[in-house]
């Protein structure tokens, strides 16, 4: 297993994490291979995904990170650990799962809306927060944050588009996850679509 900040030093180097949701394991796989490669290094894997594990089995020794996503208790955590997880996601902050991950010395990077939700995150060793759903916010919301709390790093998740990423980036996000767009384009253009659109991705950001 890679250790703990070489994972977070891959996110922060990635700045895109592609969040993996697909109707099936099937469906996930053909996304996250399809997201692999058109470039993009970091790679959530959903709880949401029925028989996750499949994928997590296929996409064993890949040349991205791999991670779990929508992780809601420190079983699934242990589950996602188990099966090759380098980082565990939760849409909340959740003291069992940040001990679980404590434990093994892997990051946990949980969903937070507000500020206390912030401090206590931090409290347990979180160093990357999810802001989460960050449709509900504006970049500027960032700064805010990073006023009484200048040491608090964010990931914004959730109405992250092309058009709108580097805003986030500019005014502070250590990196953004994507993905609604992954599966739209994989359903409407299959795994062509999805390599091109990480490319385009990839171009913006540059």
């Not at 089995?57 to 990170?65: C, D, I």
Request: hydrophobic share 45%; charged share 20%; net charge negative.
């Amino acid at each position: 297993m890679i250790p703990k900040m070489e994972v977070y030093q891959q996110i922060l180097d990635a700045k895109i994490v592609a969040v993996i949701r697909g109707k099936d394991a099937e469906e996930a796989i053909a996304v996250a291979e399809a997201a692999v490669a058109g470039g993009l290094t970091a790679i959530e894997l959903t709880y949401t995904t029925p028989n996750v594990s499949q994928v997590f089995e296929k996409l064993a020794g890949s040349q991205a990170l791999i991670g779990a996503g929508t992780v809601l208790d420190a079983e699934t955590a242990r589950h996602a650990l188990l099966h090759g997880a380098e980082f565990v996601v939760s849409p909340s902050f959740n003291s069992e799962i940040a001990k679980v991950c404590n434990r093994y010395n892997v990051p946990y990077l949980p969903g937070c809306m507000t500020i206390k939700e912030m401090v206590e995150a931090t409290e347990w060793g979180c160093d990357i927060l999810k802001l989460f759903p960050a449709n509900g916010f504006e970049p500027s919301f960032i700064g805010s944050v990073n006023g009484p709390l200048p040491k608090v790093r964010i990931m914004p998740t959730g109405g992250i588009n092309i058009k709108n990423m580097n805003a986030w980036l500019d005014a502070g996000a250590v990196a953004v996850g994507i993905g609604t767009d992954l599966t739209k384009a994989y359903r409407s253009s299959g795994e062509q679509g999805v390599t091109q659109l990480v490319k385009d991705y990839l171009k913006e950001l540059a």
